[in-house]
């Protein structure tokens, strides 16, 4: 591929690597020649085994656990490439981790995301494309052009042909209040119903199910959120609409498995018959379950690449 001169090539960090593997292959390159190791002290070493003069070049490298590890990957990886002279550097991050803290929850507080986009811009990137951010003004924070893609459709898509003919006998339900627009919209994609969990959340990664707006007794449910960290939201609200509102079935539907903690342990006792994530994140073996079903998102990430890579519009992207 090489519509304009430059030429376009694929990198990877070690975070997500089969997600690499299989964007490029939808865009018909191999991977980038690299490396990234550590030296003996735990600094990261990384070492480019090809050049990169002149090329557009797209590192995939999702910022999840080992956050820390995997965000410094990405800076020392961008630097590399800025300093190789490199035309562009596209900072290609399925899961931007630290997207939860975005403001300021109470007095003293960091904004962690800004800082995060201001190391990314500083480092190096001239452009981010990523999927699904907790809250999509993160996009402001950075200041450099920031294409935001939405794993509902994928999701959507799946879900569909689970309902068949059949759209009334399912509702689509919001975990919290915070999620009511991402489930109103995919409860529109299906043509079902929404109900909502009213939910206070006493102390962080904890929280108590109130109420349920919304009629279930009887349905299937198919609750929706943008993650699943520690499960305690999404299994309470499972338990919720099975004990309190009387459904038959629930599923769950996520972007991000990002499953800290006793996240599998509560999946896998849990009332919740099917979870649904994308690869975001890579899920490794020991924490697949049978409940788990789990969609790539490398066509459509390597559509906005090559979107980008054409200068035509993301935003065009079929949603």
């Known amino acids: 591929m090489n519509f304009h001169g430059k030429d376009i090539k694929i990198f990877t960090c070690n975070s ?15 991977v980038g020649k690299s490396e990234v190791t550590c030296f003996s002290d735990g600094e990261i070493a990384v070492s480019l085994h090809e050049s990169v003069r002149g090329s557009e070049c797209f590192i995939v490298q999702s910022t999840c656990a080992p956050v820390n590890d995997n965000l410094m990957e990405l800076l020392i990886m ?17 899961y931007l981790g630290y997207a939860r803290q975005d403001r300021k929850a109470k007095a003293r507080d960091p904004i962690s995301a800004k800082l995060v986009a201001d190391l990314i811009t500083t480092a190096g990137a001239d452009r981010v494309l990523t999927m699904d951010l907790h809250a999509a003004q993160i996009q402001g924070f950075f200041n450099i052009p920031v294409d935001h893609l939405v794993g509902a459709p994928i999701l ?9 003919d059949a759209p009334d006998d399912y509702v689509v339900v919001s975990p919290d209040l915070g ?45 929706v959120d943008d993650m699943i960290d520690t499960a305690g939201t999404l299994c309470n609200a499972a338990q919720a609409v099975v004990e309190r509102g009387g459904a038959t079935e629930v ?69």
């Open 179 to 223: 999620s009511v627009t991402r489930a109103r919209n995919f409860a529109t994609r299906l043509g079902c119903p929404i109900a909502i969990i009213d939910k206070r959340r006493p102390k962080a990664n904890v929280s108590e199910v109130m109420n349920i707006i919304g009629e279930v007794k009887g349905k299937k449910v198919i609750l």
């Open 156 to 164: 959507a898509g799946y879900f569909k042909k689970k309902i068949g």
């Open 251 to 319: 599923y769950a539907g996520a972007t991000h498995a990002v499953l800290s903690g006793p996240a599998i342990e509560r999946i896998q006792n849990s009332v919740l018959k099917e979870v649904v994530l994308l690869d975001t994140i890579n899920v490794s073996e020991e924490k697949r379950l049978d409940k788990f079903t789990i969609l790539p998102v490398a066509p459509v990430f390597a559509e906005a690449i090559e979107r980008i890579y054409e200068d035509k519009p993301v935003s065009s992207i079929s949603l």
């Open 78 to 94: 961008i630097d590399a490439m800025k300093r190789a002279s490199a035309a562009s550097i596209t900072a290609v991050i399925p």
């Open 16 to 30: 997500n690597r089969p997600v690499a593997q299989q964007i490029a292959a939808c865009l018909e390159i191999p």
